[in-house]
C-alpha cells in the first residue's frame, strides 16, 4: 500500500503548479517597492512620449 502511494504520480503537476505560484507570489512581495518603482517609471516615459506625437 505504501509502494503504490509512493509510486502514483496523479496531482503532481498540480502540486508543480501551486509551488510555482508560491515562489511567483513570495517574489513579487520581496520585490514589490522596486517593481511598482519600475511600473511607474515605464509609464511616466510613456506619457512624456506620447505628449511628443
Known amino acids: 500500500m505504501i509502494k503504490e502511494f509512493l509510486e502514483d504520480e496523479s496531482g503532481v503537476a498540480v502540486l508543480e503548479v501551486v509551488l510555482i505560484l508560491v515562489v511567483l507570489v513570495g517574489l513579487v512581495l520581496i520585490f ?3 517593481l511598482n ?3 511607474n517609471s515605464i509609464f511616466d516615459k510613456v506619457k512624456s512620449k ?4
Open 32 to 34: 514589490k517597492d522596486q
Open 37 to 39: 518603482q519600475l511600473v
Open 50 to 53: 506620447a505628449g511628443e506625437v
